[in-house]
């Protein structure tokens, strides 16, 4: 019997802002259940540290790099050049091939009609919203209202994290039991603008911008975390109810690291850094009929890696035309690199086994991260030929992928701190 998919991602989460992952606060009740039930991933990645190149990795299980929508970061205009291209296979086109039901619920941000959208990459219905970010109670993004059924825009009344929730809560009832399913749940919480169910009043003050520093808080972070929790717990319940829980596969991480109120001790670095904190992410995986609970998972995980795994447990192949990038992660280890590359601040960065190397406006370094996780001890004239080595395959790894296009943007604005910044 052919497993049911729910892929849950959160949206500029931060590696310790989830109690099971060290985080100070208890906000994640569910998610943190969750991990007993299932596994908690220790070297979970991003392949990006900005939203739509990590969202296209993890829609086509390849490097980002390969489409020119994945050299833009975020993609932040309208252009028939930067999308997910429909011709490209994707996780929920190949599922749907293989005979699944697939739903996007939630953030697409992965191009603008009419030339993209999740009707156009696999997805038999959707319902969110398809800009890099929306007001939680307008849906206003930076282009306008932006709430979606399938290809209209529509209106609805409510908290978006709710309404987000309730939709997929619904997808799942009118499941068969007779049919696998994908459900893509794509929350926008806990990015910006930061919006708990009590604020209303403050996301239509007169003047503000969506991206905004003259508000928020820990306090108030932490309340989208909780309120998303909340929504998963449900989800889960349903499951439970739908007698659907022992054989569906449950994935859990965030498309990045977090912002200005995220947490992600011991980690340094934020959203656009390559280092630890821009990148490293929680995973929470649960399939009770084939996974062990309760376990912490070492192997070394990135975004692009959901497409194999998902078709090596559903018995579907890739198409021959479009190799995969990712590996199937319940599949047998293979030793592998992990790259990163980005526009912003020329940065760059390899992955393999305890080492990483990292160049950021030409400063380079090697870490060992087994013994030094923050990236403080730079062994790169203590290890000089690990740092070749890492150096050598990064290169080489680079001259394999398309070149960065001239036109690619760093789209700073859409980063809170930047927008400060823009204000004087």
């Given amino acids: 019997m052919k497993p049911n998919f729910v892929f849950i991602l959160a949206d500029d989460l931060g590696y310790a802002d989830l109690h099971c992952y060290g985080g100070r606060a208890h906000c994640s009740p569910n998610l943190d259940k969750l991990a007993t039930e299932g596994l908690r991933f220790t070297n979970g990645y991003a392949n990006s540290s900005v939203c739509s190149p990590s969202r296209l990795a993890i829609a086509t299980g390849r490097y980002q790099h390969r489409l020119r929508g994945g050299f833009d970061e975020p993609i932040a205009s309208v252009s028939p050049e930067l999308g997910l291209p429909p011709d490209h296979p994707t996780m929920a086109s190949l ?39 929306v007001d939680f109670f307008t849906h206003c993004g930076f282009g306008g209202h932006d709430l979606w059924e399938g290809d209209e825009e529509v209106s609805r009344d409510g908290y978006l994290t709710d309404l987000l929730t309730d939709r997929a809560i619904d997808f799942l009832r009118r499941q068969s039991k007779d049919r696998p399913f994908l459900l893509s749940l794509h929350y926008n919480a806990p990015h910006w603008p930061w919006e708990t169910r009590d604020d209303e009043r403050e996301s239509r003050r007169i003047g503000r911008k969506l991206a905004h520093l003259d508000g928020g808080s820990v306090k108030t972070y932490l309340e989208m975390i909780r309120i998303m929790d909340e929504g998963i717990g449900r989800v889960l319940a349903t499951l439970d109810e739908l007698g659907a ?82 590996v199937d992660l319940f599949g047998p280890e293979v030793e592998r690199n992990l790259y990163w590359r980005m ?82």
């Fill in 95 to 133: 599922l749907r091939d293989a005979g699944y039901a697939t739903a996007l619920v939630g953030k697409w941000h992965l191009g603008s009609l009419p030339w993209f959208g999740p009707l156009a990459s696999g997805y038999d219905e959707f319902f969110g919203h398809r800009t890099g970010a």
């Fill in 343 to 424: 526009v912003y601040r020329n940065q760059k960065a390899v992955r393999s086994g305890i080492w990483k190397y990292l160049s950021i406006d030409g400063a380079e370094f090697l870490f060992d991260l087994s013994r030094d996780v923050r990236e403080r001890a730079n062994m790169r004239y203590r290890e000089p030929a690990k740092f070749q080595e890492l150096r050598t395959a990064y290169f080489e790894w680079d001259a394999s992928m398309p070149p960065r296009p001239e036109g690619a943007a760093i789209a700073l604005e859409y980063t809170a701190e930047t927008m400060a910044k823009s204000d004087g």
């Fill in 245 to 326: 829980t022992e054989n569906t596969l449950v994935v859990f991480l965030s498309d990045n690291g977090g912002e200005r109120f995220s947490d992600h001790y011991p980690l340094v670095g934020k959203k656009m850094d390559l280092l630890e904190g821009g990148i490293r992410v929680p995973y929470i995986v649960r399939w009770p009929a084939k996974l062990p609970a309760g376990k912490t998972y070492d192997r070394l995980a990135i975004g692009m890696d959901w497409t194999p795994t998902f078709l090596a447990a559903a018995g579907a192949s890739a198409h021959p035309a479009y190799p995969l990038d990712g």
